[in-house]
């Protein structure tokens, strides 16, 4: 099955920088997700792009989608420590099923 | 509000114990899910139901129970708990599109001791 895969980087970077993510994945997909998780909570989704699509943005949120490469770049710019936490993609998983990457973890330093 | 609720928060139990982890939507989503998050393997699916009486295995159910009688309510049992099912256990449901979100609890963490 498909799955996300993030770099597996820890991002330590001062507030005001902007933090860059990435994901690679295997097979074919028709979308790609990502999903913020704070510590001690659940994932909060962010933003969907479509496989059809090359780039997306939503407020200080910016996604690449590459299917040539089979991968997908987050890029949080003017980053605020409310930012800090962890980032994860997700693929279809077939079956209306979601496979969700090992997540990438940030942190912003005020 | 609309949400999706998990309890407990917080089990702390002994191998060979039944437990039941509790999760409730109020989205009226049709598709239920069951993951566990464990350090450098992010997320695996345990179980999922695309509507009420209907579940279906993902990577790793063994191990576990679910079921589905109504379609709020998705309980996630570990009949005899192990060591190795001591997680953080996340309940999430969606409308069941790879296109759609699917929304979060905020887990429970179980210890087995």
């Known amino acids: 099955s498909q799955q996300g895969e993030e770099d597996p980087q820890a991002l330590s970077i001062q507030e005001g920088e902007n933090a860059t993510m990435n994901c690679s994945y295997k097979t074919s997909i028709n979308n790609l997700q990502w999903y913020r998780q704070n510590s001690g909570r659940g994932l909060v989704h962010l933003i969907l792009?479509?496989?059809?699509?090359r780039e997306k943005h939503s407020g200080r949120l910016r996604v690449t989608l590459d299917t040539s490469k089979k991968s997908s770049s987050l890029l949080i710019t003017a980053s605020r420590a409310a930012d800090t936490a962890s980032y994860f993609c997700?693929?279809?998983?077939?079956?209306?099923?979601?496979?969700f990457g090992k997540g990438n973890q940030v942190v912003v330093i005020p | 509000d609309a949400g999706i609720t998990q309890s407990p928060r917080y089990k702390i139990t002994e191998t060979g114990r039944q437990v039941t982890l509790m999760c409730h939507q109020t989205w009226s989503h049709s598709y239920m899910f069951w993951y566990r998050q464990d350090l450098g393997h992010g997320l695996r699916l345990i179980y999922y139901?695309?509507?009420?009486?209907?579940?279906d295995k993902g990577e790793v159910p063994d191990g576990y129970v679910v079921s589905r009688s109504k379609t709020e309510n998705f309980p996630l049992t570990l009949e005899s708990a192990t060591r190795s099912q001591t997680s953080v256990y996340f309940c999430?449901?969606?409308?069941?599109?790879?296109?759609?979100?699917?929304?979060f609890g905020d887990g429970t963490r179980l210890s087995i001791l």
């Open positions: 139901s695309a509507a009420a009486d209907i579940t």
């Open positions: 999430a449901s969606g409308q069941g599109y790879s296109n759609q979100p699917q929304h």
């Open positions: 792009i479509r496989s059809n699509e």
């Open positions: 997700a693929t279809d998983g077939g079956n209306n099923r979601l496979a």
